[in-house]
């Protein structure tokens, strides 16, 4: 079974500074991997997704993340955050060619001015 | 193109009364979605449909929850009779493809009295 895990529930960060929210996944098979943001009373949104190739993929708004098959991780990175990117973003996990999504609880971003 | 619309946006309705939410996906995107998603937490499968077909409702409470896609388009979920623990965020995705990629609607706030 595949299950997603994100290490941190809150991460309060000022605005310009660097940010990284962490996620792993367990799954005995191949899988695709994503990043999603919910912002206040809206539905989720794509920020970037893996499915194959380069370890490192970048997405909308200035993020990216990075496959790492070895330590089975997804860690979303920006490297300087805005007001804006306030918002909770979750780290989901599909087995390759199938469509059952798991999801993680989710971690939420907090940018002080 | 038009998004993945549901409604009602926001309901409130007394213990044991019924409630009913629509779903319409991207037009093309054959695989609908229904999730669930407690405060706090990450979404979390409720159904799936490939056109008008469920090919993964074990995780719907069947006792009380049912749904329907009878066109293969726009779908419904229904709660009868709502439960105080029924109150969460009823979000509806489709996608298009084996990717796994979702997009969300902005989901339907049921708040049970």
């Known amino acids: 079974a595949q299950s997603v895990t994100q290490l941190d529930s809150q991460v309060p960060v000022f605005e310009e500074a660097p940010v990284e929210l962490r996620c792993n996944y367990s799954?005995?098979?191949?899988?695709?991997l994503f990043w999603y943001v919910q912002y206040p009373n809206q539905g989720l949104q794509l920020l970037l997704k893996?499915?194959?190739?380069?370890?490192l993929v970048k997405g909308i708004n200035g993020f990216e993340a990075e496959f790492n098959k070895s330590q089975t991780s997804f860690h979303l990175r920006k490297p300087s955050v805005h007001i804006s990117d306030t918002a909770e973003y979750f780290c989901a996990v599909s087995r390759s060619g199938g469509f059952k999504t798991i999801f993680g609880a989710g971690t939420r971003l907090f940018v002080k001015a | 193109e038009a998004g993945v619309v549901q409604s009602p946006r926001y309901k409130i309705i007394e213990k044991k009364q019924p409630v009913a939410f629509w779903c319409n996906p991207i037009s093309g995107h054959n695989t609908l979605y229904w999730y669930l998603q407690n405060l706090g937490q990450g979404p979390e499968l409720l159904i799936r449909y490939e056109n008008e077909e469920a090919v993964d409702d074990s995780q719907l409470p069947k006792d009380r929850f049912s749904a329907e896609r009878l066109k293969g388009v726009d779908s419904t979920l229904k709660i009868q009779p709502a439960e105080l623990g029924d109150s969460a965020v009823y979000l509806c995705?489709?996608?298009?493809?084996?990717?796994?990629?979702?997009?969300f609607g902005e989901g339907s706030r049921l708040t049970v009295l």
């Open positions: 893996y499915l194959s190739g380069s370890t």
């Open positions: 799954s005995s098979v191949s899988v695709y």
């Open positions: 995705a489709s996608s298009r493809g084996e990717t796994g990629e979702l997009f």
